[in-house]
């Protein structure tokens, strides 16, 4: 009984000065982009958190959450936040006093609201949507084959473990940078643009439901020379 005492307690006692198998495969394995996950700190240390708020979570989605859950969020929030990007430069660009449209002339008419162009789009482009939804489709098969896990897989739906949320490996002018920090610190400016983005292209969209003009009309900065009449589908 002695011998099996003092066995027991070599061991344990081994084990305890042992790496542990866990941490240097979270380290060795996520360690992308100078991010090394960190389940002491909001959403496993990921960046997009600043001051005044640093962990904004009213609601604490992330107090349970798995590191895959949280790639998983971000991955979205990213994605969605670019989307939003390009659509408030769209909806400004397109309407008066710009009103620059690359798939029609805008400029013998007022074409309205962003939130009516899509009416005219089907109107002079019948093929646009069709073409949009190849071009989309496309774009997502290439994210999913680079971001998550093969259809052989039982996790098929889970991302690769050595997958940075939104790293799609898109970047035709070199601006990503080869240091962790600066990467890390480009990332938070893009999340941080592409959240107000989403809430300033939701803001946009809801005052031209409520009074059907534009974004510069509604300020004032621009004349209002829009004709419901002339669009091809009235309601």
Do not use: C
């Not at 344990?12 to 992308?32: D, E, G, M, R």
């Not at 958190?49 to 992330?62: A, E, G, I, K």
């Not at 534009?214 to 309601?235: H, K, M, W, Y």
């Amino acid at each position: 009984m002695k011998l099996i005492s003092a066995l027991s307690l070599l061991i344990s006692s081994a084990s305890a000065f042992a790496p542990s198998a866990k941490v240097s495969k979270t380290t060795a394995l996520h360690a992308l982009n100078g991010w090394v996950p960190d389940s002491t700190k909001f959403a496993y240390g990921l960046p997009g958190s600043l001051s005044p708020v640093p962990d904004f979570d009213p609601l604490r989605f992330s107090d349970n959450a798995s590191l895959l859950k949280i790639k998983q969020w971000r991955e979205a929030e990213t994605q969605h936040g670019r989307v939003a990007m390009l659509a408030a430069v769209g909806l400004l660009v397109t309407e008066e006093p710009i009103e620059f449209h690359p798939l029609f002339e805008a400029y013998n008419k007022d074409i309205g609201p962003a939130i009516r162009h899509l009416d005219e789009v089907r109107a002079v482009s019948p093929l646009f949507f069709e073409l949009l939804a190849v071009l989309i489709g496309s774009l997502e098969v290439n994210r999913a084959l680079k971001g998550w896990k093969s259809t052989d897989s039982a996790t098929f739906q889970d991302l690769k473990d050595d997958y940075y949320p939104g790293d799609v490996g898109f970047d035709p002018l070199g601006l990503k940078p080869a240091d962790g920090e600066e990467f890390l610190a480009m990332s938070t400016k893009e999340l941080q643009n592409g959240r107000l983005a989403m809430l300033g292209v939701a803001g946009m969209v809801a005052q031209e439901l409520v009074n059907g003009e534009e974004i510069f009309v509604n300020l004032g900065l621009a004349p209002d020379r829009f004709d419901p009449s002339t669009l091809p589908i009235q309601f």
